[in-house]
């Protein structure tokens, strides 16, 4: 074999290795240009990235700020709810709803000295059961028959004096103007205000139907209740049933509440507000009585609130307490939103 031969099998592996250097460093710069291309790439996932936690970050944010509305709607529903309640005017409002049936109770008392003599059956008629003839047999009929004798007049001018002074009567006393200054917003202080007028009805109607039954207690036997009906059910049950027919009452009387609440907005004057509402409820109860009106009554907000009486029934009567209930929430929406409109629009200048 010649050197040359020799040679030239000694420079192909030289050549071989030379490539696979090559190659070699070919593959260094395809990784370069691979790295190069991440890192190029890299800043766009940062991008996303910080994109994504500014979104969770406005998320978060606007969950707070929600949060923190819900609470100062709360804590000003609080504040207007414990004002309401602490005036002499409400205090004494809600002991002449708990005296009325004491007088009944005592009135009855006297009447028949606790005989039990009163009739066993409870017939009917346009102003609902005649529940004082039963009280002698169970004091538990004083609850429904204090609610039948407050409901028509008592209660319903109780709400209008306290839902009339809702608005106009902070307006009077110059207190409006600042209550708008805190971050409150108009739209919250009146729903505010109507939940006040609201938590009112609740109050009066169980202050009137706790003093009857304490009363009715003290006065008269308990024991198992006679449905209008003629079935007989368990004290217990008759107690549920009160219970129902006083929160029935009560949410009858949120139209009279809308009402007064509207009535607030269009007036400065507290004393003006109360007694145009309290005139609005005489009126329409006037005109419940008209019986060429007929065709009318049924869209009266009076017109169903005798309906509780049919709780008493066994089994319950339902078709009139809903016909109430939906009459209440149309009176409700139809005068609330009159009261925004009014309210948001209105220029505060005291």
Same mark, same amino acid.
């Given at each position: 074999m010649s050197r040359a031969e020799i040679g030239?099998?000694?420079?192909?592996?030289?050549?071989?290795?030379?490539?696979?250097?090559?190659?070699?460093?070919?593959g260094k710069t395809d990784g370069g240009k691979a790295a190069g291309v991440d890192g190029a790439a890299s800043p766009s996932g940062v991008g996303a990235a910080g994109v994504s936690g500014a979104v969770d970050t406005v998320d978060t944010v606007d969950t707070v700020g929600a949060v923190v509305g819900v609470l100062w709607t709360l804590g000003l529903f609080r504040s207007e709810l414990l004002v309401t309640l602490r005036r002499w005017r409400t205090i004494a409002l809600l002991g002449v709803l708990a005296a009325v049936p004491v007088l009944i109770g005592i009135s009855v008392r006297i009447e028949t000295g606790g005989d039990g003599g009163g009739a066993g059956g409870g017939g009917g008629g346009e102003a609902g059961p005649a529940f004082v003839s039963q009280i002698t047999n169970n004091g538990l009929f004083l609850v429904f028959a204090a609610l039948a004798a407050t409901l028509p007049m008592f209660l319903p001018m109780a709400v209008g004096v306290v839902a009339g002074d809702a608005v106009a009567g902070e307006s009077a006393a110059g207190t409006l103007r600042y209550l708008l200054v805190a971050p409150a917003g108009r739209t919250r202080l009146l729903l505010a205000k109507f939940a006040t007028a609201v938590v009112f009805c609740l109050l009066a109607t169980l202050v009137v139907a706790v003093s009857a039954l304490v009363v009715g207690a003290v006065l008269f036997p308990l024991g198992d209740v006679t449905t209008i009906s003629g079935t007989r059910i368990s004290f217990g049950e008759g107690l549920v049933r009160a219970g129902a027919v006083a929160l029935v009452v009560a949410l009858s009387l949120a139209g009279v509440a809308a009402l007064g609440i509207f009535v607030s907005t !269009?007036?400065?004057s507290g004393i003006a507000a109360m007694a145009t509402t309290v005139?609005?409820?005489?009126?329409?109860?006037? !005109?419940?009585?008209i019986t060429q009106l007929d065709a009318i009554h049924p869209y009266l907000f009076p017109n169903y609130w005798l309906s509780f009486s049919d709780l008493l029934r066994d089994p319950v009567h339902w078709s009139e307490i809903q016909k109430n209930l939906g009459l209440q929430a149309l009176y409700a929406a139809v005068f609330g939103s009159a009261a925004w409109a009014r309210f948001t629009t209105k220029d505060i200048s005291a």
């Amino acid at each position: 074999m010649s050197r040359a031969e020799i040679g030239g099998e000694a420079v192909e592996p030289v050549e071989t290795g030379a490539a696979d250097a090559g190659k070699a460093d070919a593959g260094k710069t395809d990784g370069g240009k691979a790295a190069g291309v991440d890192g190029a790439a890299s800043p766009s996932g940062v991008g996303a990235a910080g994109v994504s936690g500014a979104v969770d970050t406005v998320d978060t944010v606007d969950t707070v700020g929600a949060v923190v509305g819900v609470l100062w709607t709360l804590g000003l529903f609080r504040s207007e709810l414990l004002v309401t309640l602490r005036r002499w005017r409400t205090i004494a409002l809600l002991g002449v709803l708990a005296a009325v049936p004491v007088l009944i109770g005592i009135s009855v008392r006297i009447e028949t000295g606790g005989d039990g003599g009163g009739a066993g059956g409870g017939g009917g008629g346009e102003a609902g059961p005649a529940f004082v003839s039963q009280i002698t047999n169970n004091g538990l009929f004083l609850v429904f028959a204090a609610l039948a004798a407050t409901l028509p007049m008592f209660l319903p001018m109780a709400v209008g004096v306290v839902a009339g002074d809702a608005v106009a009567g902070e307006s009077a006393a110059g207190t409006l103007r600042y209550l708008l200054v805190a971050p409150a917003g108009r739209t919250r202080l009146l729903l505010a205000k109507f939940a006040t007028a609201v938590v009112f009805c609740l109050l009066a109607t169980l202050v009137v139907a706790v003093s009857a039954l304490v009363v009715g207690a003290v006065l008269f036997p308990l024991g198992d209740v006679t449905t209008i009906s003629g079935t007989r059910i368990s004290f217990g049950e008759g107690l549920v049933r009160a219970g129902a027919v006083a929160l029935v009452v009560a949410l009858s009387l949120a139209g009279v509440a809308a009402l007064g609440i509207f009535v607030s907005t !269009l007036t400065g004057s507290g004393i003006a507000a109360m007694a145009t509402t309290v005139g609005l409820v005489i009126t329409v109860q006037i !005109l419940a009585l008209i019986t060429q009106l007929d065709a009318i009554h049924p869209y009266l907000f009076p017109n169903y609130w005798l309906s509780f009486s049919d709780l008493l029934r066994d089994p319950v009567h339902w078709s009139e307490i809903q016909k109430n209930l939906g009459l209440q929430a149309l009176y409700a929406a139809v005068f609330g939103s009159a009261a925004w409109a009014r309210f948001t629009t209105k220029d505060i200048s005291a």
